[in-house]
């Protein structure tokens, strides 16, 4: 899938580079993601396949570096500058690093929205939060609590495994859950790791844990990567019902996981939908449509926005055994 997703994207930019034409009626939106390769954003652009078949004058240029970095995202950025694309919606990998390029690409008349994760307020016109970050944030401990829950204990530990150090989102969430463990008093964080969205050093990472933390109760893995790593890890080593595993995940990727017993619950908002709205939002800005507080996003409704030009697109939503198969042939 990630060879073919990126033999697509290669092929796109090489027609619009080799011919120099594209409709002139049509709105070229670009998808930057974090990386291709990573079924979150495979199924963000569905969404946007789904808004550009609604709206019918939009063309999807679905590109991203193939590993997570800020360096490979610049270069991207630069290149769409230079095929003059009407918008792009960034997923950052570094909240400052990509501000520069995205400033040029706004004075070249380019509209910029972020959105998962953000840059910097200079770097875009408008951010798209998935949802709440503080409501992220504690929903995250919760599913911690309730993974302690399940294994019939009152008070435990937990780790958390995030992305990189610098992705924007993964460290305000992780900055939203140290706030609300005052809710949570019987639980202890105990260490806070990064696996970079890496399949093998998440791996790697989440066995060190538990390692290093002999009584640890639950590993919180913000990221669909991470969370699959660290279940893949508890599973591998035979510690199912030991230690639990929850986060942020897809229901395609967990639902074997979750039947395992490896998994207790985790979250997650509609990663179509967030691709989707993305679109959207880039699409109506180029036409000129909204205000300063509010944008449409199609069958999502609103964004309503702060005055940062931030806004959230919905709740998170838990999966568990009663429902991640619904789920998982989905996204």
């Given at each position: 899938?990630?060879n073919k997703l990126i033999?697509?994207?290669?092929?796109?930019?090489?027609?619009?580079?080799?011919?120099?034409?594209?409709?002139?009626?049509?709105?070229?939106?670009?998808?930057?993601?974090?990386?291709?390769?990573?079924?979150?954003f495979e199924a963000a652009?569905?969404?946007?396949?789904?808004?550009?078949?609604?709206?019918?004058?939009?063309?999807?240029?679905?590109?991203?570096?193939?590993?997570?970095?800020?360096?490979?995202?610049?270069?991207?950025?630069?290149?769409?500058?230079?095929?003059?694309?009407?918008?792009?919606?960034?997923?950052?990998?570094?909240?400052?690093?990509?501000?520069?390029?995205?400033?040029?690409?706004?004075?070249?008349?380019?509209?910029?929205?972020?959105?998962?994760?953000?840059?910097?307020?200079?770097?875009?016109?408008?951010?798209?939060?998935?949802?709440?970050?503080?409501?992220?944030?504690?929903?995250?401990?919760?599913?911690?609590?309730?993974?302690?829950?399940?294994?019939?204990?009152?008070?435990?530990?937990?780790?958390?495994?995030?992305?990189?150090?610098?992705?924007?989102?993964?460290?305000?969430?992780?900055?939203?859950?140290?706030?609300?463990?005052?809710?949570?008093?019987?639980?202890?964080?105990?260490?806070?790791?990064?696996?970079?969205?890496?399949?093998?050093?998440?791996?790697?990472?989440?066995?060190?844990?538990?390692?290093?933390?002999?009584?640890?109760?639950?590993?919180?893995?913000?990221?669909?990567?991470?969370?699959?790593?660290?279940?893949?890890?508890?599973?591998?080593?035979?510690?199912?019902?030991?230690?639990?595993?929850?986060?942020?995940?897809?229901?395609?990727?967990?639902?074997?996981?979750?039947?395992?017993?490896?998994?207790?619950?985790?979250?997650?908002?509609?990663?179509?939908?967030?691709?989707?709205?993305?679109?959207?939002?880039?699409?109506?800005?180029?036409?000129?449509?909204?205000?300063?507080?509010?944008?449409?996003?199609?069958?999502?409704?609103?964004?309503?926005?702060?005055?940062?030009?931030?806004?959230?697109?919905?709740?998170?939503?838990?999966?568990?055994?009663?429902?991640?198969?619904?789920?998982?042939?989905?996204?």
């Open positions: 899938m990630k033999t697509a994207c290669v092929l796109a930019s090489a027609t619009l580079f080799a011919s120099g034409t594209y409709a002139a009626d049509q709105v070229r939106v670009a998808l930057l993601v974090k990386a291709l390769g990573i079924g979150f652009y569905r969404g946007a396949e789904e808004a550009k078949k609604e709206l019918g004058d939009v063309e999807i240029i679905y590109t991203g570096p193939t590993s997570t970095t800020a360096e490979g995202q610049i270069e991207i950025i630069n290149s769409l500058i230079a095929q003059r694309v009407d918008a792009i919606a960034v997923s950052a990998n570094d909240a400052d690093a990509l501000v520069p390029s995205l400033k040029k690409a706004q004075q070249r008349g380019i509209k910029v929205i972020s959105w998962d994760s953000g840059v910097g307020k200079e770097g875009r016109q408008v951010h798209l939060n998935p949802s709440s970050n503080s409501l992220i944030g504690e929903m995250n401990v919760q599913l911690a609590a309730d993974a302690i829950k399940a294994k019939g204990k009152k008070s435990g530990t937990f780790a958390i495994l995030s992305a990189t150090p610098t992705s924007t989102n993964q460290n305000i969430w992780i900055g939203e859950m140290k706030k609300s463990l005052s809710k949570f008093p019987n639980l202890k964080l105990v260490d806070t790791v990064y696996g970079d969205d890496l399949a093998d050093k998440s791996f790697r990472e989440a066995t060190a844990l538990i390692k290093n933390h002999p009584d640890l109760d639950v590993i919180v893995a913000p990221t669909t990567v991470g969370i699959l790593a660290a279940a893949q890890a508890v599973s591998d080593l035979g510690l199912t019902g030991k230690v639990y595993v929850t986060g942020l995940g897809l229901p395609s990727e967990l639902a074997g996981h979750v039947h395992s017993g490896a998994i207790h619950s985790f979250a997650i908002w509609n990663p179509i939908d967030l691709g989707y709205s993305a679109t959207m939002l880039a699409y109506n800005l180029v036409k000129g449509k909204g205000t300063k507080t509010e944008i449409p996003m199609g069958r999502m409704g609103t964004l309503e926005l702060d005055k940062n030009g931030d806004g959230a697109m919905a709740k998170p939503f838990i999966y568990d055994a009663s429902n991640v198969d619904e789920f998982s042939s989905i996204f």
